[in-house]
T-cell receptor
């Protein structure tokens, strides 16, 4: 596998379910990101991990819980979601150097299309 | 506040015609600028980026973009559009030293007429 992979590609869940989204990057990067893409809205950054440490939580509700066990894997644990959480969830990765995030290029996975019923 | 504006929600061009997609940003310092493309059901693919140097940057698939500081713009161009270019295009700004945070525009959907 090359690049950034995400599983599952599609997910349907009820509001009481618990599920997890998985992201894996094969690029040797050390920073990973979760974005939410809703229809007709700009991409919203949710979480940033730098060297496995969470460095950004963009006021995301606690029903979304990220986990980064190592620099290659990123999870998004979902529980008691709402229908408005239905969206495309995109994972991205980049190489974090010494510039604090400047001049980085983020590479994106194909996304998980989530439908909450 | 930092922001990115893509004024055109939807553009339709004929195959073989030239294309320009507009992007304007608001940021107090030198931004780092990106264009991404998203085909239906897919993630975002990087087309090109500007960090410094020559203000005209070349990307993949025959795309180019020009950074104009005086106009706070980073418009994407292609001289001859192919049907396979139909997709959604996103402009993004990466502010310096903010942990890799990208600010995206709302996107421009491109349709190509045969």
């Amino acid at each position: 596998e090359t690049g950034v992979t995400q599983t599952p590609r599609h997910l349907v869940m009820g509001m009481t379910n618990k599920k997890s989204l998985k992201c894996e990057q094969h690029l040797g990067h050390n920073a990973m990101y979760w974005y939410k893409q809703s229809a007709k809205k700009p991409l919203e950054l949710m979480f940033v991990y730098n060297f496995k440490e969470q460095t950004e939580n963009n006021s995301v509700p606690s029903r979304f819980s990220p986990e980064c066990p190592n620099s290659s894997h990123l999870f998004l644990h979902l529980h008691t979601l709402q229908p408005e959480d239905s969206a495309l969830y995109l994972c991205a990765s980049s190489h974090r150097g010494t510039s604090g995030g400047a001049q980085e290029t983020q590479y994106f996975g194909p996304g998980t299309r989530l439908l909450v019923l | 506040a930092q922001s990115v504006t893509q004024p055109d929600i939807h553009i339709t061009v004929s195959e073989g015609a030239s294309l320009e997609l507009r992007c304007n940003y608001s940021y107090g310092a030198t931004p780092y600028l990106f264009w991404y493309v998203q085909s239906p059901g897919q993630g975002l693919q990087l087309l090109l980026k500007y960090f410094s140097g020559d203000t005209l940057v070349q990307g993949i698939k025959g795309f180019e973009a020009e950074f104009k500081r005086s106009q706070s713009s980073f418009n994407l161009r292609k001289p001859s559009v192919h049907w396979s270019d139909a997709a959604e295009y996103f402009c993004a700004v990466g502010p310096y030293n903010q942990g890799g945070k990208l600010i995206f525009g709302q996107g421009t959907e491109l349709s190509v007429k045969p």
